[in-house]
């Protein structure tokens, strides 16, 4: 098996046998910010703490992107083999609205308000053989 690394330290506990996404929330006004913040963005409050976000939001909106992405979101596709992806916000309980690929690009199968599940996917492999791990936003069937 590969050796598996996040595509950014600190966006989500790995490796963990049920990972979650990372937020902060601060202790002076409650609002919780991703990714994890040293103060916060609303108050500018010092007093933040990091904590796992919820598994389970819904879509606030969503696209479907027609170019490949830049590094460090790009996979290991080529300008032949690349696919269009489906990008959206999802908003978690609590207000916090994440930006990520989701794993669906039908617009016919995406819907605004719809129940989104966050999961750990590879993103990529590098030369190394390292496998990039990132989150995505799934529909909840």
Do not use: H
Request: hydrophobic residues 35%; aromatic residues 10%; glycine residues 8%.
């Amino acid at each position: 098996m590969s050796n598996q690394v996040p595509i950014a330290e600190g966006l989500f506990t790995w490796p963990a046998a049920k990972p979650a996404l990372l937020g902060s929330r601060c202790n002076q006004c409650r609002i919780v910010a991703f990714p994890v913040a040293s103060s916060c963005m609303a108050c500018s409050g010092q007093d933040v703490t990091a904590e796992e976000l919820p598994g389970r939001g819904t879509l606030w909106t969503w696209t479907v992107q027609q170019f490949m992405p830049k590094t460090p979101y790009n996979t290991n596709e080529t300008a032949e083999t690349f696919t269009p992806y489906g990008v959206g916000y999802v908003e978690l309980p609590g207000g916090v609205r994440i930006e990520g690929r989701l794993t669906e690009n039908d617009p016919q199968k995406l819907r605004i308000g719809m129940d989104m599940d966050v999961v750990f996917a590879p993103l990529r492999t590098e030369d190394s053989g390292e496998e990039v791990i990132s989150f995505f936003f799934k529909p909840v069937e």
